[in-house]
């Protein structure tokens, strides 16, 4: 199994206020991604990295902002969280740019 | 832009028999690669089968195999002898091959249920 290790699994936070999930790698991809999946809709991509510093938005991407500083972390943020961010959101990696994904274990997030 | 379509949202098969998960996909590009993904009710998503455009043969990785019809954009996963372990759901994924950094496409997935 690739690895790839979100933190937290499960959070419940309240409207407004920012909530930072992080996704760690082990296996020095070049390349992250963050999903969110929801019911009717599949996954769809938030935002992605292609390198240290190196980021773009995705389809779903207002509302969230990312940051990449080493190459084994891969932060989402959430500035300031609203109800319809409540998904479950992944973490996905890839060595190259056109390459199957590999995907961690999910992080739950409701927020109230 | 692509877009990949279900149009199955569940389907049911008993155990031991064969089932077919249909996916179609719409694109202007030759060289793609194509996907499904399984997650069981743990949520983690399990790649089951990849297929390269430029290839015709069609991709099989044990029990699972897929009918790949380019000039049909039509990627269809066939599971042979299906286990109650096979209960899941599978999507379909599109990825570009020619500066595709941007991550792979689903679609909305199929429930796959397992009748013992």
């Known amino acids: 199994d690739a690895g790839i290790t979100q933190s937290p699994r499960h959070k419940v936070t309240e409207t407004g206020t920012p909530v930072t999930l992080r996704c760690h790698q082990t296996e020095n991809h070049r390349y992250m991604y963050w999903y969110r999946q929801d019911p009717g809709h599949g996954l769809r991509l938030i935002h992605y990295s292609y390198g240290v510093k190196d980021t773009d938005k995705g389809e779903v991407s207002d509302g969230y902002s990312v940051s990449r500083s080493k190459t084994e972390d891969f932060l989402l943020t959430l500035e300031s969280a609203t109800s319809s961010q409540t998904s479950v959101y992944f973490c996905?990696?890839?060595?190259?740019?056109?390459?199957?994904?590999?995907f961690g274990q999910g992080t739950r997030l409701t927020v109230v | 832009a692509q877009t990949v379509t279900q149009s199955q949202p569940e389907m049911s098969v008993q155990e031991a028999e064969t089932v077919t998960l249909s996916c179609t996909y719409d694109t202007s590009e030759s060289d793609y690669y194509l996907f499904w993904y399984k997650q069981p009710p743990s949520r983690q998503m399990i790649l089951v089968i990849r297929q390269e455009a430029y290839k015709q043969q069609n991709a099989t990785e044990n029990r699972f195999s897929v009918n790949f019809q380019k000039a049909a954009k039509s990627f269809s996963l066939k599971i042979s002898d299906s286990q109650l372990g096979d209960a899941a759901m599978y999507f379909c994924?599109?990825?570009?091959?020619?500066?595709?950094?941007?991550?792979?496409?689903f679609g909305k997935g199929t429930h796959l249920i397992i009748q013992p």
């Open positions: 994924a599109y990825r570009s091959v020619g500066g595709g950094a941007d991550g792979l496409t």
């Open positions: 996905a990696i890839s060595e190259y740019g056109n390459t199957e994904a590999f």
